[in-house]
């Protein structure tokens, strides 16, 4: 029997060498033909080398270890390493994936290493993974549930800034810009953001920013008082001199108020 | 008005003073009026009113504390306004009584005396129930007004300590995931026996003592922030040595200044996180610390993937805002730019001031 090859990818060099040690000892016949410094790398390398089995860092930079085992799908043996993250752990443990979690203990490795040469010397197949990799990658995408944004990116005169979006007064549609109405250290500013209003909108705190007439949207916080008319109103802001209109379409929003 | 409130709970000789110049000054006043129908002269007048004025203060001042308790029925400010109203018509007939020289007939055969004690205890018992109704009122205020002081002292105690609850949750959470990421560094470097594992432990306790608010010693200067980042870097430099490249400059004059924990630390681990950790080829952080005036501003520039690539953000900056809001009130600021070509410059800019030792 050939001597059975193996590529690790790993981000951090003192866990690819100790990794590579790790397996020295757990299994002397297997040759480490590989090392890769990030998915892109791995999937270079695999093409390169063809190794049998890949060990890949769940947490690299560019392509992450998921993504690169997909590309490299039944080609390989795949081993995941991950360091112990809830969300990570879980969604392995839910598969039929192999799996280690950094520090890489020597008893788990060799338990690994003894799956593998078993599924070697019984020549089975490799594990069918594209619907296992596919449901890991949208786990670990859903590990970090999509927060309103507290923060919208916008060009401020010739730089661009992070600005906090609860200094933010209101937003007001320019076409396809949206121009933000901010306080800068308190001072209001002005800022664009070349996000549609509906869709910068979309991802803000509702609790917070609503929508008062279809070119605008104001933050509760930043209201002083709001007037109202027969079948609209004004709002008008603790910060600005400026009022805005709430039209028809809106008010209703304020009927309790 | 303190005074009047301590006495209160415990007797007080400058109370019953001034208690005693009030009684004097109101039967001056009474004595103006009353030398107009009285053919004495003013001095033996003023004493006569005085004496009557002082009775009423010891009824006042006795009954404000005896008896020690009082049926609920009846409120201790009406029985020492009442004590004051019986106290004068009784001292100003033992004033005539005892004043009547020895032989001469009793004052209420004297038709101007008569009249005298009429009119002095008329004019007391006008003055001296109001007075004390006034002095009611005043020792009711400052009351009030010491208690809000009180309420506003325990309140403004209560704030700091919620905002020091606050802060302490605030700190830094150590990820489980840097965590053991760097345990597994650590392990790997004591596996081979390299001499670096010393150093590296040191750093890890050092950054572990500092982020776990439970482990935390309190004292917020920029001199412990600038030895937790140099502990935080060690520690990454050591798990990417080809991708992190950093440089420090701190005014050393600045090490002494207060700064909220924690600060500096969000800064740096922001850049690496979403800045250098999602580059391949990795970047470099370049800290810089000084004094702009009364002010210190902190700089934090990576040349990582920038915003637009790792996303917004998260909760530790919006966090870092909160935290120099409660420390510096409106007098600190955060500033994010992007930087050409690329990467993102982080400022912080807060007054310089001494910390307590």
Known sequence: MNHPTALIADDEPLLRDALARQLAQAWPELRVVAQARNGREAIEQFEAMAPDICFLDVHMPGISGVEAASRIGRRAHLVFVTAHDQYAVQAFAQGALDYLVKPVEMARLADTVSRLQERRAAALPVTQTDALLRQLAAQLGRAAPPRPLSWIYAQVGQALRLIPADQIDYLRSDTKYTAVAWRDNGQPAEALVRTPLKELLAQLDGDHFVQVHRAVAVNLRAVSHITRGSETATIHLKHRAESLPVSRTFVHQFRQM | ?357
């Open chain 2, 1 to 357: 008005m303190p005074a009047a409130v301590t006495s209160i709970t415990r007797f007080d000789a400058a109370v019953l003073l001034r208690r005693i110049a009030v009684a004097a000054v109101v039967a001056m006043a009474a004595c103006g009026p009353l030398g107009l129908l009285f053919d004495v002269p003013l001095p033996a007048l003023w004493l006569r009113a005085a004496t009557v004025g002082l009775a009423g203060v010891l009824a006042f001042s006795i009954l404000e504390r005896w008896p020690r308790r009082l049926p609920k029925r009846v409120a201790r400010w009406a029985l020492q306004v009442g004590g004051v109203a019986l106290a004068v018509p009784f001292t100003t007939l033992s004033i005539y009584l005892f004043s009547t020289e020895v032989g001469a007939p009793p004052f209420w055969a004297v038709p101007e005396r008569l009249s005298g004690v009429a009119l002095l205890t008329m004019a007391g018992l006008l003055l001296g129930p109001w007075t004390a109704v006034a002095a009611l009122v005043r020792q009711k205020d400052a009351l009030a007004r010491h208690q809000a002081l009180a309420f506003d002292l325990e309140r403004s105690e209560l704030a700091r300590q919620a905002l020091d609850a606050r802060l302490k949750l605030m700190q830094a959470q150590v990820a489980p995931h840097f965590l053991f990421n760097t345990l597994a560094n650590v392990q790997a470097l004591v596996d081979v026996g390299s001499p670096q594992a010393p150093a590296v432990l040191r750093s890890l306790t050092a950054y572990l003592r500092a982020a776990v608010p439970q482990l935390h010693d309190g004292g917020d200067t920029l001199g412990q922030e600038v030895r937790l980042v140099e502990a935080y870097l060690a520690l990454m430099h050591m798990r990417m040595p080809d991708r992190l490249r950093y440089s420090l400059h701190v005014d050393a004059s600045l090490e002494s200044i207060l700064c909220p924990a924690m600060t500096l630390l969000t800064l740096v681990e922001n850049a690496v996180r979403h800045g250098i950790d999602p580059a391949e080829e990795g970047g470099s952080i370049d800290i810089g610390i000084e004094r702009r005036g009364t002010r210190c501003l902190i700089r934090v520039a990576d040349s990582g993937v920038g915003f637009s690539q790792s996303g917004l953000p998260g909760t530790g900056l919006a966090t870092l805002r909160e935290r120099l809001a409660l420390t510096f009130g409106g007098d600190a600021q955060l500033r994010l730019m992007a930087r050409q070509p690329q990467g993102v410059c982080a400022e912080v800019e807060f007054p310089a001031l001494e910390s307590m030792p």
